[in-house]
């Protein structure tokens, strides 16, 4: 198994303490609260760059996150393998700086942009997000990124902009798995626009203060607590603005299984498994995981039910 590199173990007590320092410093109306040296996404484990200031939030307050080393080593990546732990031993080929995005379509600001140009206009903040995979296992995750919207909001979509597709780089070299045909390559997503801008949708950059490990999807990753895992594409490359809606690359795969909505949804099961709970990794034991009962919308109903009113989700999955 790869090595994690020494900034990688810098351990969560440490790195919680420093977060409720953050915490009471923004309470104390500081604002911003630097992390000190913390890796840029440009230079990677040293020095300053974006990553010198994180906001830290009330999203998940209260939620005890997974370990940095469970969230590195239990992954679904499928250009670097189909085994949990094949992303975390294969992903050191994807080469994450220098990164590009294609923003496209109905929008009026279309373009290439270097990802540092990407993110430099918006504030880096911390989220503690529920992560539900449909496979029914659960994580708790703390997130750096951004909001979706705001950084949507800069291209100016259009009003013909009624999905966001988000596709993920496609490169044998860097992504060897992708000489295989196991998905339709690349990695394709969707949103709806109304979901895309909702204040819960982010585009993570990294995890527990740090940039994204390559297996969780380095350097642009999208993350849509409300959904099943699928949704949120790694290694975004492109970002196109459309008016019809998109087929999504497990929609492909097996449309009877898997649906464009994709809501974590307790009451409507899998054709092959039930969805009413879910094994939290790393907790229990082997024999006996510890399980939760699965909420609707991950429990961020209050949130995002507005968005389904009137839609048949046992259709609409
Ligand atoms: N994005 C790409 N490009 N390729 C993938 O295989 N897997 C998806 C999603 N994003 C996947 C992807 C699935 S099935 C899940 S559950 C999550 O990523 C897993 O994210 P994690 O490995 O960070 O937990």
Redesign the pocket.
Known sequence: MKKIPEYCVTNEADYLNRRTFIKKSVGLGVGLAAFGSLPSLAEGVQGGGLFDKIVATDYGKGLVPHTYKE??N???????GTGKRD?AKNAHTLKPAPWHIEVSGECVKRGVYDLEDFIAPYQLQERIYR?R???AWS?V?PWVGVSLASVLKTFQPTSKAKYVVFK??LDKTQMPWQKRPT?DW??T?GLTIAEAMNPLSFLAVGLYGKTLPN???APL??VVPWK?????????VSIHFQETAPIN??QDQAASEYGFYANVNPNVDHPRWSQARERVIGRGSFFSPEKRKTEMFNGYGDEVAHLYTGLDLTKNF
Do not use: A, D, H
């Open positions: 969230i590195s239990y992954n679904n990546f499928y250009e670097f992303p992560f995979c449909v496979e994580m995750i993920t780089l998905l690349p990695y997503e297996q969780n999807g990753r999208l099943y895992g699928f949704k949120n594409i790694k290694s975004i690359t497990w």
